[in-house]
Nanobody
Framework: VQLQASGGGLVQPGGSLRLSCAAS????????MGWYRQAPGKQRELVTL???????TYADSVKGRFTISRDNAKNTVYLQMNSLKPEDTAVYLC????????????WGQGTLVTVSS
């Protein structure tokens, strides 16, 4: 599975961005898909994930502002980010694994999101 993330950019505080992660290879619909982020000087953190059945989880810091979704027909997972804050500035990476209990083994290259006025 190869993952290609896109959609990052510069946005003002309070603004919105939509990230996309296109997957190639087989088995997309069966995979758990997730978005991580890594800010400068900080550890990588799991922002959100979505299971093959559509169950989602979110980090407390983004609940109510971010929404993950997937389109299995397009082999794509999305991250809609609203009410962005400067502390959301980070490189966002998409990832995939075969089950909730498995390790994240597939990673995209990341897309930079900068929230600044």
């Amino acid at each position: 599975v190869q993952l290609q993330a896109s959609g990052g950019g510069l946005v003002q505080p309070g603004g919105s961005l939509r990230l996309s992660c296109a997957a190639s290879g087989s088995g997309f619909s069966n995979n758990v898909m997730g978005w991580y982020r890594q800010a400068p000087g900080k550890q990588r953190e799991l922002v959100t994930l979505i299971t093959s059945g559509g169950t989602t989880t979110y980090a407390d810091s983004v609940k109510g502002r971010f929404t993950i979704s997937r389109d299995n027909a397009k082999n794509t997972v999305y991250l809609q980010m609203n009410s962005l804050k400067p502390e959301d500035t980070a490189v966002y990476l998409c990832a995939a694994k075969q089950s909730l209990a498995a390790r994240w083994i597939y990673w995209g290259q990341g897309t930079l999101v900068t929230v600044s006025s």
